[in-house]
C-alpha cells in the first residue's frame, strides 16, 4: 500500500475524463446535427462531404439559370404571340383591301391600322429580358477554328452586306464587257483574260445599235469601238474600231460557247454566291471541325467530297427548303469547287424577277436558319458549369421586310389596292416563319424543364449521399449519449472511491 501513487484514481481518472470527452462530442453532435464535428471524427469523410457540399451548391446555381432561361423563353413566346396577332390582322387588312368594291379611303384606312402593327412588331423586335436582347443575332457563337478562320457573325454580316449590294443592282451590267489595253493588229487573238479584263462569269451581249452594220445584225458600239457577231456562229464575231464601224481590227474564233453570250457582269451575284459558300464551309467546320488542326483536315475532306460540288445540297439539308429556280440555274456553281471552296458563277443567264425572288429566298431561308441555330443563349446545365446552347428566335425576316423595299417579302410600301394581294402571300409566309421560330422557343423550354427536373433530382441525389457521411442519426446518437452519460456518472463515483484507498493507510499508522 502506497500513498504518493494511487494507481486505481489515476486508472478511473484516465477512464472518466474519456467519458468526459466522448459525452461532449456525442452533445455536439446531437446539438448540431452532424456525424462530424471535427476533423479526426472522419478525415475522409469530411473531404468528401466537402465535395459534395461544394457541388449540391453548384447545382443550385445551375437551377437558378436554368429557371431564369425558362423566363427568358417563356417571355420570348409572349412577344412571339403578339408579333403572330399583328401578322394574321395584317393579312386580314391586306385580304380586305384586295376586294375591288373597296374604295380608295377604304384602302387608306385599312393602312394605316397596317402600318401601326408593322410599327408595334419593328419596336417588339427589339425587346430585352434583363438587358439582354430577346431577339439579337448580335452573339452569333463561333467555333474559331485557325487563324484564317472568319468569325461566324464576320460571315453572316458579309452575307447581308452582299445580300444589300446585290439586290440593289441583280442585273450588274455596269461594268459588262469591259475592253482594255486594244493594241493588237489585225488578226490578233487580244480577247485574253489579261487583256479584256473580264472575268469568269462577266458577260457582254451584242445589241443592234446602229443601222448599217449587217454582219449577223448584231453589235454594241462604246465610243470607237464595236462587236460584230458573224453569222448564227455565236463564237466567232469580229471587232471594229472607228465611229463609223468600218475598220475591222481582229476577228476571234477561239472562244467556247456561251463565254460572251449573255448581258451583265455579275460580280456582285459571283460575291454574293461567295459568301453563301464561305457561310456554309463557316457552319460545316462549327458543326463538325474539332481539333487545333481541324481547319486543315476538314478542307480536306471538303476536297474529295461530292457534295460540297454542290452547296445548295448543304443549305437545303439544314434548312428543310428548295429553291428550284437557284438550282435550275445554268452554270450557277462550278462542278469542282477551287481550293477555298468558294462558290463561283459561271453562266449566269437572264436575271428574270423569279430568278432574283429566288436568290432572295435562299438567302433569307440562310439567314433565318443561322439565327434560330446560332443566336441562341448559352444556359448551364451541369455542376461544373458546362452549358449548351438555346434555339434563337428569329424576326428578322418580318423586320426585314418591312424596313427593306428589296426584301423577298417586302411589305415596306404602304398597303394599296394593287399591292394587297401580294402582301397577303407574303404575310403568311413571314406567319410560315414565324410558326417555325416559335416551335424553336417552345422546344427551348421543353429541354429547360427537362434540365431544371434532372438537376432537382441530381442534387437530392448528392444530399441525400451527403447526409449519410455528414449527418447525425439520431437514434444511434442518443443512444451513445446515454451511455457515455452513465459511464460519466460511474466514473465519478469511482474516481472517489478510489481517492479513498489511501485514506486506509492511516489505520497502519
Known amino acids: 500500500m502506497?500513498?504518493?501513487?494511487?494507481?486505481?484514481?489515476?486508472?478511473?481518472?484516465?477512464?472518466?475524463?474519456?467519458?468526459?470527452?466522448?459525452?461532449?462530442?456525442?452533445?455536439a453532435k446531437l446539438?448540431?446535427?452532424?456525424?462530424?464535428?471535427?476533423?479526426?471524427?472522419?478525415?475522409?469523410?469530411?473531404?468528401?462531404?466537402?465535395?459534395?457540399?461544394?457541388?449540391?451548391?453548384?447545382?443550385?446555381?445551375?437551377?437558378?439559370?436554368?429557371?431564369?432561361?425558362?423566363?427568358?423563353?417563356?417571355?420570348?413566346?409572349?412577344?412571339?404571340?403578339?408579333?403572330?396577332?399583328?401578322?394574321?390582322?395584317?393579312?386580314?387588312?391586306?385580304?380586305l383591301s384586295a376586294d375591288q368594291t373597296k374604295a380608295a379611303d377604304d384602302v387608306a384606312n385599312y393602312e394605316k391600322e397596317f402600318a401601326e402593327l408593322k410599327s408595334f412588331i419593328t419596336k417588339s423586335s427589339t425587346k430585352t429580358f434583363n438587358s439582354v436582347g430577346l431577339f439579337s443575332a448580335a452573339t452569333l457563337v463561333d467555333k474559331e477554328l485557325g487563324a484564317n478562320d472568319a468569325l461566324l457573325k464576320t460571315q453572316y454580316d458579309a452575307l447581308t452586306t452582299e445580300l444589300a449590294t446585290w439586290s440593289a443592282d441583280p442585273a450588274d451590267v455596269a461594268n459588262a464587257g469591259t475592253i482594255t489595253g486594244i493594241t493588237s493588229a489585225a488578226g490578233t487573238e487580244i480577247f485574253t483574260k489579261t487583256a479584256h479584263g473580264m472575268t469568269t462569269g462577266m458577260k457582254v451581249t451584242f445589241v443592234s445599235a446602229t443601222a448599217g452594220a449587217t454582219s449577223g445584225g448584231e453589235f454594241e458600239a462604246a465610243g470607237e469601238v464595236a462587236y460584230v457577231k458573224e453569222g448564227a456562229d455565236a463564237n466567232t464575231f469580229t471587232l471594229y474600231s472607228d465611229a463609223a464601224l468600218t475598220t475591222q481590227v481582229m476577228v476571234d474564233t477561239d472562244h467556247a460557247a456561251g463565254v460572251l453570250d449573255q448581258s451583265g457582269a455579275y460580280s456582285k451575284l459571283q460575291a454574293l454566291r461567295t459568301d453563301i459558300a464561305n457561310m456554309a464551309r463557316e457552319w460545316a467546320y462549327k458543326e463538325d471541325g474539332t481539333g487545333a488542326n481541324a481547319k486543315t483536315e476538314y478542307a480536306t475532306v471538303l476536297t474529295g467530297n461530292t457534295a460540297w460540288a454542290d452547296v445548295y445540297d448543304f443549305w437545303q439539308t439544314r434548312t428543310s427548303n428548295s429553291w428550284s429556280g437557284v438550282r435550275a440555274h445554268t452554270d450557277g456553281y462550278t462542278t469542282a469547287l477551287a481550293a477555298d471552296h468558294e462558290l463561283h458563277v459561271g453562266n449566269a443567264g437572264a436575271m428574270t424577277d423569279t430568278l432574283i425572288e429566288g436568290y432572295k429566298k435562299m438567302v433569307a431561308d440562310i439567314k433565318s436558319y443561322v439565327n434560330n441555330n446560332a443566336a441562341g443563349l448559352e444556359v448551364t446545365d451541369a455542376s461544373d458549369a458546362t452549358t449548351f446552347q438555346l434555339k434563337g428566335a428569329d424576326v428578322s425576316t418580318i423586320t426585314n421586310a418591312i424596313s427593306s423595299a428589296t426584301d423577298t417579302n417586302t411589305l415596306n410600301a404602304a398597303m394599296t389596292k394593287t399591292n394587297a394581294a401580294d402582301y397577303v402571300t407574303r404575310i403568311n409566309t413571314l406567319i410560315n416563319n414565324l410558326a417555325g421560330s416559335r416551335a424553336y422557343v417552345g422546344a427551348n423550354i421543353s429541354r429547360l424543364n427537362m434540365v431544371e427536373s434532372q438537376l432537382a433530382v441530381y442534387g437530392e441525389n448528392l444530399s441525400a449521399a451527403n447526409s449519410r457521411i455528414a449527418d447525425v442519426d439520431v437514434a444511434t446518437e442518443s443512444a451513445n449519449y446515454a451511455k457515455q452519460q452513465i459511464l460519466v456518472q460511474s466514473g465519478t463515483a469511482m474516481l472517489a472511491q478510489a481517492n479513498v484507498l489511501s485514506q486506509s493507510a492511516l489505520k497502519l499508522l
Not at 4 to 17: C, D, K, V, W
Request: charged share 20%; no cysteine; proline share 2%.
Open 2 to 27: 502506497v500513498i504518493n501513487t494511487n494507481i486505481p484514481s489515476a486508472y478511473a481518472s484516465r477512464i472518466l475524463s474519456g467519458s468526459t470527452n466522448n459525452l461532449a462530442k456525442s452533445l
Open 31 to 95: 446539438s448540431s446535427g452532424s456525424r462530424i464535428v471535427s476533423p479526426e471524427d472522419d478525415a475522409a469523410g469530411l473531404a468528401q462531404s466537402m465535395k459534395f457540399g461544394a457541388e449540391i451548391g453548384r447545382i443550385g446555381a445551375a437551377r437558378s439559370n436554368v429557371g431564369n432561361a425558362i423566363s427568358f423563353s417563356q417571355t420570348q413566346d409572349g412577344f412571339l404571340s403578339k408579333i403572330d396577332s399583328a401578322l394574321r390582322r395584317m393579312s386580314e387588312l391586306a385580304t
